[in-house]
């Protein structure tokens, strides 16, 4: 090999080798970067004097989470005390198609038979029933036929022979008052007597005639028709199973209108009759119903204190018997001074309420809130917050996913 080609060489590898080591540096110089910045992104998350989290976020950061804040307004507190309970159904509101009398349960001819949670409208034929007697029965009712058959026979001849009467006095009558007014009225009123009892063993005989013809496979099974539909909550008899007369076979009900039934806590007096209480269903606080007094509710002996029963419309709220509640009740006192969080402005998170309260232009404080009592525009509580305070009312879940975000980096 020549001088010359190894002077090339040489040169070849020193350039490779300066190459990697401006390489090398600049890898170092960039992992020595990354601690920097993770300091910088710890930085924006820090504590008060409380203990609380402290988001520090510039101008152009608030503008891209598009923050919107309200000031806090004072609020009254009316006197209440809390309460718990459940949601009971309304007996009025159900309604129980029982067996008219012993037969066998069998399908309608235009309809499947009901299943749970069906609505069923007024009126609606479910199914039918096919008659059936026993012996006796049918020995009972042979012989009721025969004494009807017997008294239409025996009326009917009763009829003929007043109203014979009747024509003779009321000719009598009209010939110089030979047959008095009176006895004209008497014998009118006879007329009329026996044409009713002639008619009452007429259906009579009839009506048993019918129940023979249907339990004989003569005029078919009778229908089984609901008076009042609703959801179907209850399926008791199956198609093709025997009932007995009055055994129930399905039960409807319409939840428009519930009872809440609530629990006093052990020691408090009942409020006076006809306070209106505040009926709140668990996890859906922005509902808040109104609650009539009905009366007491039976003692619960695992529950002390006092139950009450409240009539709540629940036409829209889609409330179902079971589901938990809290009430406020009114008591006697004075109302006390509070602030008013607004509802949009409440986020959740390990199963606690907080807000995010401005404390200055780029700093944000998450703030628990304790016993809060939710109204209709929100949430009152009573102290933790001043009227004027600024509250994020949009983009608070942005600036705790910030906070999480924050933490996990400063973890890492």
Same mark, same amino acid.
């Given at each position: 090999?020549?001088?010359?080609?190894?002077?090339?060489?040489?040169?070849?590898?020193?350039?490779?080798?300066? =190459?990697?080591?401006?390489?090398?540096?600049?890898?170092?110089?960039?992992?020595?970067?990354?601690?920097?910045?993770?300091?910088?992104?710890?930085?924006?998350?820090?504590?008060?004097? %409380?203990?609380?989290?402290?988001?520090?976020?510039?101008?152009?950061? &608030?503008?891209?989470?598009?923050?919107?804040?309200?000031?806090?307004?004072?609020?009254?507190?009316? =006197?209440?005390? +809390?309460?718990?309970?459940?949601?009971?159904?309304?007996?009025?509101?159900?309604?129980?198609?029982?067996?008219?009398?012993?037969?066998?349960?069998?399908? +309608? =001819?235009?309809?499947?038979?009901?299943?749970?949670?069906?609505?069923?409208?007024?009126?609606?034929?479910?199914?039918?029933? @096919?008659?059936?007697?026993?012996?006796?029965?049918?020995?009972?009712? &042979?012989?009721?036929?025969?004494?009807?058959?017997?008294?239409?026979?025996?009326?009917?001849?009763?009829?003929?022979?007043?109203?014979?009467?009747?024509?003779?006095?009321?000719?009598?009558?009209?010939?110089?008052?030979?047959?008095?007014?009176?006895?004209?009225?008497?014998?009118? +009123?006879?007329?009329?007597?026996?044409?009713?009892? &002639?008619?009452?063993?007429?259906?009579? %005989?009839?009506?048993?005639?019918?129940?023979?013809?249907?339990?004989?496979?003569?005029?078919?099974?009778?229908?089984?028709?609901?008076?009042?539909?609703?959801?179907?909550?209850?399926?008791?008899?199956?198609?093709?199973?025997?009932?007995?007369?009055? &055994?129930?076979?399905?039960?409807?009900?319409?939840?428009?209108?519930?009872?809440?039934?609530?629990?006093?806590?052990?020691?408090?007096?009942?409020?006076?009759?006809?306070?209106?209480?505040?009926?709140?269903?668990?996890?859906?606080?922005?509902?808040?119903?109104?609650?009539?007094?009905?009366?007491? %509710?039976?003692?619960?002996?695992?529950?002390?204190?006092?139950?009450?029963?409240?009539?709540?419309?629940?036409?829209?709220?889609?409330?179902?018997?079971?589901?938990?509640?809290?009430?406020?009740?009114?008591?006697?006192?004075?109302?006390?001074?509070?602030?008013?969080?607004?509802?949009?402005?409440?986020?959740?998170?390990?199963?606690?309420?907080?807000?995010?309260? @401005?404390?200055?232009?780029?700093?944000?404080?998450?703030?628990?809130?304790?016993?809060?009592?939710?109204?209709?525009?929100?949430?009152?509580?009573?102290?933790?917050?001043?009227?004027?305070?600024?509250?994020?009312?949009?983009?608070? @879940?942005?600036?705790?996913?910030?906070?999480?975000?924050?933490?996990?980096?400063?973890?890492?």
């Amino acid at each position: 090999m020549s001088r010359v080609t190894q002077t090339v060489f040489g040169v070849l590898f020193a350039a490779a080798m300066v =190459a990697n080591v401006v390489w090398v540096l600049h890898v170092l110089h960039k992992d020595a970067e990354k601690p920097e910045e993770k300091h910088e992104a710890v930085k924006r998350l820090s504590q008060d004097e %409380a203990g609380r989290s402290v988001l520090t976020l510039d101008k152009e950061t &608030q503008e891209r989470a598009v923050l919107k804040t309200e000031e806090l307004k004072e609020f009254s507190l009316p =006197a209440e005390v +809390a309460a718990y309970g459940r949601f009971v159904e309304d007996p009025s509101r159900s309604f129980t198609l029982r067996a008219p009398g012993p037969g066998i349960v069998r399908i +309608a =001819a235009d309809r499947a038979w009901p299943r749970l949670g069906e609505t069923l409208a007024d009126g609606t034929a479910v199914g039918r029933l @096919q008659p059936r007697f026993m012996p006796l029965e049918r020995v009972d009712l &042979q012989s009721r036929l025969t004494t009807a058959q017997a008294e239409i026979s025996a009326s009917s001849a009763a009829l003929e022979a007043a109203r014979a009467s009747h024509a003779r006095l009321k000719s009598l009558n009209a010939e110089n008052k030979t047959a008095s007014d009176r006895a004209l009225q008497e014998a009118d +009123a006879k007329v009329k007597a026996e044409a009713a009892r &002639q008619k009452a063993a007429t259906e009579t %005989a009839a009506a048993i005639e019918s129940s023979l013809g249907a339990r004989a496979g003569v005029s078919g099974p009778m229908p089984l028709s609901i008076e009042r539909g609703g959801e179907v909550v209850e399926v008791l008899v199956q198609p093709g199973e025997a009932v007995e007369s009055g &055994q129930p076979i399905l039960r409807v009900a319409r939840f428009d209108r519930l009872l809440a039934r609530v629990a006093l806590p052990a020691g408090e007096t009942a409020p006076a009759e006809g306070a209106v209480a505040r009926i709140l269903p668990l996890g859906r606080e922005g509902r808040v119903l109104k609650g009539e007094r009905v009366g007491r %509710a039976s003692v619960d002996p695992q529950v002390p204190g006092d139950a009450l029963l409240y009539a709540v419309d629940a036409a829209d709220a889609g409330l179902r018997p079971g589901m938990a509640l809290s009430a406020y009740l009114p008591v006697p006192g004075e109302e006390q001074k509070g602030t008013l969080l607004p509802r949009a402005a409440i986020l959740r998170l390990e199963g606690e309420r907080w807000v995010w309260i @401005q404390t200055a232009e780029n700093k944000f404080t998450r703030r628990g809130v304790e016993h809060a009592r939710p109204v209709e525009a929100g949430w009152a509580v009573a102290e933790g917050f001043k009227p004027g305070e600024k509250v994020v009312v949009a983009g608070a @879940q942005l600036l705790l996913s910030e906070e999480l975000k924050s933490r996990i980096q400063g973890e890492d």
